[in-house]
Nanobody, 118 residues
């Protein structure tokens, strides 16, 4: 079992920055693809950023150039640096761990609220 705990959300003005953190309860980052998802009210959960094996990253078009995902394997941490925030980024942000090998369990954090005021 793996617990993922997000932190770093909050209220920020448009144009501001936030850094979200995701702490994994045990060492999994070498065997899992780590992602950040978000869900705004009335909308489906969407992938924001993905950190896969081998250092590959992938971003939603809406956040490219503004958000950066990174991982600290030694600390079992995954981060999402968010710059140039806009009200459209307002959502609950979730950390996700998806096993690289087939048949494993996917884990989700409880989410952290990000609110961007105009």
């Amino acid at each position: 079992q793996v617990q993922l705990v997000e932190s770093g959300g909050g209220l920020v003005q448009a144009g501001g920055s936030l850094r979200l953190s995701c702490a994994a309860s045990r060492s999994i980052l070498n065997n899992y693809a780590m992602g950040w998802y978000r869900q705004a009210p009335g909308k489906q959960r969407e992938l924001v950023a993905l950190s896969a094996s081998g250092g590959r990253t992938n971003y939603a078009d809406s956040v490219k150039g503004r958000f950066t995902i990174s991982r600290d394997i030694a600390k079992n941490m995954v981060y999402l640096q968010m710059n140039g925030l806009s009200p459209e980024d307002t959502a609950v942000y979730y950390c996700n761990a998806r096993p690289i090998a087939s048949g494993g369990t996917t884990y989700w954090g409880q989410g952290t609220q990000v609110t961007v005021s105009s």
